[in-house]
């Protein structure tokens, strides 16, 4: 019982992992995913997965696959409700956040916190009306538009140049224009996961190893930046790289 209980949850987990490392991945669709994830681990105290009921099944048995199953005394059983709390416990510390992980710790329960937890829900909202499958069927006159202004004051850019492009993209969401894509970007800078960082890292192991680690820090740095950058922008990025270095010269 105790690895059908885990691979039902880690087959959850796995589904959840895969989703999160898409680079189309946004911060509310991230986080609608992972509340997914922990109602259906929730769930799963009351209503056992599937491999719980087959493996519950091969217990009165005795039996799985034509084996005979021999019971340890030395392997205790793991409590399931006690391990499904802990990983959707974890799994909420894993939302996203405007506080760090040190800050939620020192501050759990207090008025700071639930301040916190205000800003993060606000946030959200701001960041749905970006969100395609979040709008309403019918959306009323100047729809979004508050929660626009809050978004263009936290990234510091100009509201009127925007509010246009956003208009142009209610009515056809295909449309995206040089303004308002400047805010889709500063959105995009939000990292939902260290899907990237991973990535970064594994490009960096394929340029420097033991038999070639004699490739400078700057050179290292671009050829990394150009393999996972666009090719359309590998020539700017060079470019750009080389007059930094001058510069620092």
Known sequence: MNFAIMYDILAEIALLSESLQSRR???AYTDKLIRRCIIFILNLKEKPGTECLEAGVASKEVKFYG???????KISAINPQQLLTSVTNNLKRRLFTTMSSNEAKSMSGSVYTNSKQEEYDTLLKELKVLERDQWPSEKPPRFGEIELERLCYTFKLTASK?????HDYLEDNSRVSKQFNILFNCIKLIPCSSAE??????????IIFPTRNRIAILHSGMLSHT?????????QLMTRERAKHKKNK
């Open 25 to 27: 991945m946004t911060i």
């Open 67 to 73: 084996a005979t199953l021999i019971k340890n005394i």
């Open 162 to 166: 925007i509010k246009n492009g956003y």
């Open 197 to 206: 960082c991973e990535r970064g890292l594994s490009q960096m192991n394929l």
């Open 227 to 235: 393999s996972l950058a666009d090719y359309r922008n590998i020539g």
